[in-house]
């Protein structure tokens, strides 16, 4: 065997088809790297080596065509095969030759690797997880062609026979996601050499995409030996067992991938090398699910082909850690009913959705694409960009929560000039979506009483309370009820003496004026208006989760200030949730204002802009309550897009209720590999460049020694 390994290598690098197929290998790669990596700075490696994976496809046959093929056209197959060398070593021989040129060529392609340690950041685990699928899969091509190169007649035929089935098994890849047939997809997807790398790609060690590749090495070496068989003499050595043998190896190997696949997605026995560990379980969602006392299932809504990887990958992983936990794959299309189940009047189930279900407390919680990622604003510039993957902060969440006993309700008050349905429109829609039910209740409704089970929202009124409605709700506060207020700069709080009693009661003082940021402070306002205000978030018991979690970016468009709290009783309790910068202050707008610079007599900050209290009643109960200096970041889809202030509103409902949090302390996972440095753009395209070159200069040196 080795005797006809060394031919074979003198083969590739005496004559022109190893330089040929290293040449072009490189210069393809050279120019997926530039496109890749090095014009977009990028330090995706594993994407890189996803589209260098297609080039197996391509070349293959440029390794395998003269093989066996060569040898039938030269008249020396006889003379090969009535050696003294068996079969399976001259297959052997000429496979691990061809393996050894592909092992060159993707050692070769480390010196990209080096480029992007030398000027980004390589995750060694993971890259070795990523080469080891792209060589497995080119050594299943290169077994598979070195098959169809016994079957040809002369070189080029192989050539021809090895990319048509190479393009097929490509074609039928693709078809996967076009056929109907759910039998027949799984069929291809099972079969797809494709497929089987995706984990790889992922940085996901999968044993049952290793035993594939190595079963379809085996099949198509096996497969080639019996063909050689037959030359031999019309009664080969194997060829009396060749049909039998190869249908029973097929079977076995058939059985034991089909096995392994299912074994290793029941038992959770793929590895995560992946850079942030996409797929790993944190100790918080661990503890939830061991303490999961009701059935989830989960309802992934992607149409065939356009799945989330990363998220179906974690979806396995939460069914093989609790048995209470289910999933499956439902097209939005062709699901309607299961879309109106689980639709409301103010959200409905998309494409590219999750339901998160639980059956026996009817709640349900529905996941978008931007439950899956967090926002992080760069505060010198006031650009938001992706801050990392929240996949499973999202779920175990949505699973906490689903899992509920209770269903906790907010009554919005109407009637005294409050913010009216269609403005809070978003806030309803966040809380119904959160699984609180929302009510509206009238205060001068006669026949309403707050029940003190649930938490009341006063959305800046405009008028003041009578004595029947303050009477209603100092009872209710007696009781233990709790409140969100919020109080707007232009309120004219100061004329409602009943309401801004109910907020002194809570330690809540409004100041007069608008907070406005210094323009020298830039990182505590937005987009060069000062009025919007990027606050810091104070560290309570209330806020501890999200900052924790990395949720603390909020903008508030125009704020009201409160006084800092003091040292009160012991019955009331004030905190501040969130202030300004330093550097801002209070101006008030008149009719006489003629500038929103800072004046001598502004009052300096930094200032409160939410405060949360607690207080204890009379009759022993604790009454909480916060006051928000801006209805609008309360209100507004777009700052719930922005920034973290979804999260901040649930945690408040949550804290105002005395609910345990749903919003976790699971930190989100790196979203994006650190970008390239100054520099490898140059250096990195010229040792791309040099490498094909050199493959050239080495070409021309040898063959040209040869013809001398």
């Not at 072009?24 to 530039?34: C, G, M, N, P, R």
């Not at 049952?208 to 085996?218: H, K, N, T």
């Not at 989960?298 to 989330?308: H, I, T, V, W």
Request: charged share 20%; hydrophobic share 45%.
């Amino acid at each position: 065997m080795k005797a006809i390994w060394k031919r074979e290598m003198q083969g590739y690098f005496f004559t022109a088809a190893g330089y040929v197929f290293l040449g072009v290998f490189l210069a393809v790669s050279s120019v997926l790297f530039y496109l890749e990596i090095l014009s977009q700075r990028s330090g995706d490696l594993p994407t890189f080596i996803g589209e260098m994976s297609y080039l197996w496809m391509l070349l293959s046959p440029v390794l395998t065509m003269r093989l066996l093929a060569e040898e039938k056209q030269k008249k020396t197959d006889q003379l090969l095969l009535t050696s003294p060398v068996s079969l399976p070593r001259i297959v052997l021989g000429k496979y691990l030759a061809a393996v050894t040129v592909l092992l060159a060529a993707a050692g070769l392609t480390l010196v990209y690797v080096l480029v992007v340690a030398i000027y980004g950041r390589v995750y060694p685990a993971e890259l070795a997880v990523n080469y080891l699928g792209f060589v497995l899969q080119g050594c299943a091509f290169v077994a598979l062609d070195l098959f169809l190169s016994g079957c040809a007649a002369t070189p080029v035929t192989a050539a021809v026979m090895a990319f048509g089935a190479n393009f097929l098994l490509w074609i039928l890849d693709l078809l996967e996601n076009a056929v109907q047939a759910e039998w027949i997809s799984s069929v291809l997807r099972f079969c797809s050499l494709y497929a089987r790398n995706e984990p790889f790609l992922m940085g996901q060690l999968s044993f049952a995409g290793i035993l594939f590749d190595f079963s379809v090495i085996a099949v198509f070496l096996v497969l080639t030996v019996f063909r050689l068989d037959r030359k031999r003499t019309e009664k080969g050595k194997y060829r009396r067992f060749a049909a039998v043998l190869t249908a029973v190896m097929a079977a076995a190997l058939i059985a034991l991938n089909i096995g392994t696949t299912q074994l290793e997605k029941k038992n959770g026995w793929r590895l995560d090398f992946s850079f942030n560990s996409i797929s790993t379980h944190s100790a918080q969602t661990r503890d939830t699910l061991a303490k999961l006392d009701k059935p989830v299932h989960m309802y992934a809504l992607f149409r065939k082909g356009d799945e989330d990887a990363p998220l179906t990958e974690l979806l396995d992983r939460y069914a093989v850690a609790s048995d209470k936990v289910t999933w499956e794959m439902a097209d939005p299309s062709l699901n309607p009913a299961l879309i109106a189940r689980y639709s409301t009047d103010s959200e409905t189930p998309g494409e590219n959705s999750l339901i998160v279900a639980c059956e026996e407390t009817g709640r349900w919680r529905i996941l978008g694409p931007g439950d899956y990622v967090s926002l992080s604003m760069d505060t010198e510039t006031g650009e938001y960009a992706y801050g990392g993957w929240t996949y499973e902060r999202s779920i175990t969440n949505a699973i906490a929560y689903v899992t509920r006993e209770t269903v906790p309700k907010a009554v919005i008050l109407q009637g005294h000039g409050e913010l009216d349905g269609e403005t809070v429109q978003h806030f309803e829609g966040l809380l119904e979506a959160n699984r609180f039910e929302v009510a509206y209740a009238d205060p001068r409704d006669a026949s309403w009483t707050p029940d003190p089970a649930d938490m009341l929202v006063f959305f800046s009124p405009q008028t003041d309370l009578n004595e029947e409605e303050q009477a209603k709700i100092l009872a209710f506060a007696e009781k233990g009820g709790s409140f969100l207020f919020t109080c707007d700069y232009t309120d004219p709080t100061d004329r409602m003496p009943r309401y801004a009693a109910l907020l002194r009661s809570y330690g809540f003082s409004p100041l007069s004026g608008v907070v406005m940021a210094d323009k020298n402070a830039a990182g505590t306002y937005y987009n060069g208006n000062r009025m919007y205000l990027i606050p810091e978030m104070c560290s309570t018991d209330l806020t501890l989760d999200l900052l924790n979690s990395g949720a603390g970016t909020l903008l508030l468009p125009g704020s009201r200030a409160f006084t800092e709290p003091e040292e009160t009783d012991r019955n009331l309790t004030v905190s501040t949730l969130l202030k300004s910068g330093d550097t801002s202050y209070l101006k008030q707008l008149t009719s006489t204002s003629s500038t929103l610079d800072r004046e001598e007599g502004d009052p300096q900050g930094p200032f409160a802009l939410a405060l949360q209290a607690r207080r204890v009643t009379t009759e022993g109960y604790v009454s909480r309550a916060i006051v928000f200096g801006c209805s609008g970041a309360l209100v507004n889809e777009q700052i719930y897009a922005m920034t973290d202030c979804q999260q901040l509103i649930i945690r408040m409902a949550e804290f105002l209720m005395d609910l345990d949090a749903s919003d976790l302390d699971i930190l989100a996972k790196e979203a994006i590999r650190p970008a390239l440095g100054v520099g490898s753009i140059q250096a990195g395209s010229i040792l791309t460049a040099a490498m094909p070159a050199a493959v050239l200069l080495a070409a021309l040196l040898v063959l040209r020694k040869r013809r001398l």
